[in-house]
């Protein structure tokens, strides 16, 4: 089992920048991707960005050149450096992971933390 803990969400205004971190605990073995979905009141959940465990990066056009995914692999953290946030950034942020073990895929989620821009 994997234990991720979220924290850095909370009430910004427009433009303004958070942090938010993931850390992973727990039967860490070897992690494919780490990553962030949000969720939006009434909508579903989207991807927001992920770095597989080559170090390749994907993120939704919505947060291109505003969000930044990294990793520190010693401390099994992921981090998303959130810039000039808009009022539609505002959603559950969730953090994700992914690993594979003798071939079976197990994903984990943390328990979200809670993103409001104000406008």
């Known amino acids: 089992q994997v234990q991720l803990v979220e924290s850095g969400g909370g009430l910004v205004q427009t433009g303004g920048s958070l942090r938010l971190s993931c850390a992973a605990s727990?039967?860490?073995?070897?992690?494919?991707?780490m990553g962030w979905y949000r969720q939006a009141p009434g909508k579903q959940r989207e991807l927001v960005a992920f770095?597989?465990?080559?170090?390749?990066?994907n993120y939704a056009d919505s947060v291109k050149g505003r969000f930044t995914i990294s990793r520190d692999n010693a401390k099994n953290t992921v981090y998303l450096e959130m810039n000039a946030l808009k009022p539609e950034d505002t959603a559950v942020y969730y953090c994700?992971?992914?690993?594979?073990?003798?071939?079976?895929?197990?994903?984990?989620w943390g328990q979200g933390t809670q993103v409001t821009v104000s406008s």
């Open positions: 727990g039967s860490i073995l070897s992690v494919d991707a």
């Open positions: 994700n992971v992914r690993q594979t073990i003798v071939g079976i895929g197990y994903v984990y």
């Open positions: 770095s597989s465990s080559e170090g390749k990066t």
